[in-house]
């Protein structure tokens, strides 16, 4: 059994501590049987880091609980992935242990827990893949896996079925995908003339695991998809994982489960409390929220009839430029949205650094530090949305040349949205470029302003005359 929690470091070392407690009562290693071989009755406890936890608190983490288990319940534990104590199995532990120190506990071979394995990784991912096949024909794919560092895998017959399993520790999704697994066992299973016959995640698994396996067949075979939940659908077929039971992403994929949002208050607001907030007596959200927010609207309206162009028979031949286009339009957007606030954001760090003291020349150069900082920061989240508008005209240049022609009037509106967050946006560069000190900086920053700014102008008249057309 595998179960995965996420919390704060400090629940999630009591809520494993608490999982230990019942394993020891609820275990016993000497009745174990089945195909697995663990080399204890809790196997491993793995920790990742998650949101903004990274990898060495991950790892005091992790001794923190090492160092709890081997006192709480007087076990040894070993360090998970780089002990000679992993592969020995249960028979050959009580040597194993005697010639191994432990990192934490007694030197001692409990017959009834074995010991466990304490660890981090990046990103841990446990993936089985099924073949029709013999534990020996199995073993053979292992050892092509198993050259990889970011990667441990060993094979489980499946008695009731005569199929094998293999099972595969990712221990870092981000330099291991679900695809290099899958792929690598599908060659040399083809090598051997036996059949993949799908896959299960034990456990969770992180959303970007998924979509990045997604992203490689959908280059790989040349499909047309965009969106997140497409992707998600389509990697569950390519990867066969209802092949053992019914894969639920909600249930499955960390993010979902968590309902983490992914996106700022003002991203995740509604359109009446957003025009609310805008309207309210505080400075934010303000025009670079606002600014913002009209430019990826520009771009969405874009994106719309780019969709509704795609697929029409009537617009066959607009199929080449619409799927060229509504990636970009769909990428840039996702990084637009984002800067609503990240905007009022800047804006309200600048306002913690005009509290600072200054009641001496030390804090007064500490302060204006923290001021000329928070100031860049305000220039900045412009500036990107002028770059990302920018970044976008030629991918609206081509759609204006072949779309549907019904929509004229939204591509109209979406051009004049994103040159209007665009000019915006250099308003805003301008408004907050006087305070800057470094006149090196308020210069070059001046000068790309007003080249993106021309560059808008122009593009936008020149796309606006020709739809007039």
Not at 41 to 52: E, I, Q
Not at 286 to 297: D, E, F
Not at 431 to 454: C, F, G, M, S, Y
Request: proline share 4%; with cysteine.
């Amino acid at each position: 059994m595998v179960a995965s929690f996420v919390g704060s470091p400090e629940t999630v070392v009591e809520g494993a501590l608490n999982a230990a407690v019942i394993v020891q009562r609820s275990v016993d290693m000497r009745f174990h049987k089945g195909p697995l071989n663990p080399v204890g009755a809790l196997h491993a406890v793995v920790f990742t880091p998650f949101s903004n936890i990274g990898a060495q608190q991950c790892e005091e983490i992790a001794n923190t609980f090492s160092h709890n288990l081997a006192d709480l319940l007087e076990v040894p534990v070993y360090q998970f992935n780089c002990s000679p104590i992993e592969d020995v199995g249960y028979d050959d532990l009580p040597a194993a242990i005697e010639a191994n120190e432990p990192i934490f506990g007694p030197k001692d071979f409990s017959p009834s827990w074995g010991t466990t394995l304490v660890g981090t990784s990046r990103s841990y991912l446990m993936f089985n893949v099924n073949v029709m096949g013999t534990r020996d024909q199995a073993n053979k794919i292992c050892k092509f896996l198993n050259n990889r560092t970011d990667l441990r895998s060993k094979t489980v017959l499946l008695e009731d079925s005569g199929n094998a399993v293999i099972g595969c520790e990712i221990l870092d999704c981000n330099t291991c995908g679900l695809n290099d697994v899958m792929e690598t066992i599908k060659e040399h299973a083809s090598e051997q003339n036996i059949a993949v016959v799908g896959s299960h995640v034990v456990g969770s698994i992180p959303l970007q695991a998924l979509i990045k396996a997604a992203d490689y067949y959908i280059e790989k075979e040349n499909v047309f998809l965009i969106k997140e939940q497409q992707k998600i659908r389509f990697i569950i077929d390519r990867l066969g994982l209802n092949s053992v039971s019914e894969f639920k992403p909600e249930s499955k994929v960390i993010e979902y489960v968590l309902g983490v949002n992914r996106h700022g208050p003002l991203q995740s607001s509604s359109v009446q409390q957003f025009v609310e907030s805008v309207g309210s007596r505080t400075s934010t959200p303000g025009g670079g929220s606002v600014t913002a927010l009209v430019t990826a609207l520009g771009l969405a309206l874009g994106q719309m009839t780019g969709w509704m162009t795609y697929g029409s028979k009537k617009h066959d031949t607009a199929e080449k430029t619409v799927t060229s286009v509504l990636p970009i339009l769909h990428k840039t957007i996702d990084q637009i949205t984002p800067l609503i606030d990240a905007d009022a954001m800047a804006f309200s760090n600048y306002l913690v650094a005009q509290k600072m003291p200054a009641g001496n020349e030390e804090e007064t150069m500490r302060r204006q530090e923290a001021l000329e900082e928070a100031l860049l920061t305000i220039i900045h989240v412009p500036m990107k949305i002028m770059e990302l508008g920018c970044s976008c005209w030629s991918s609206l240049e081509d759609l204006s040349s072949n779309y549907n022609t019904s929509l004229k009037s939204d591509l109209q509106v979406a051009i004049r949205c994103v040159e209007t967050g665009i000019w915006g946006a250099y308003k805003n560069i301008m408004i907050n470029l006087d305070d800057v000190i470094n006149d090196k900086t308020k210069q070059e920053i001046a000068a790309k302003a007003r080249k993106l700014l021309e560059t808008s102008e122009t593009m936008s008249s020149r796309l606006l005359a020709a739809l007039e057309k």
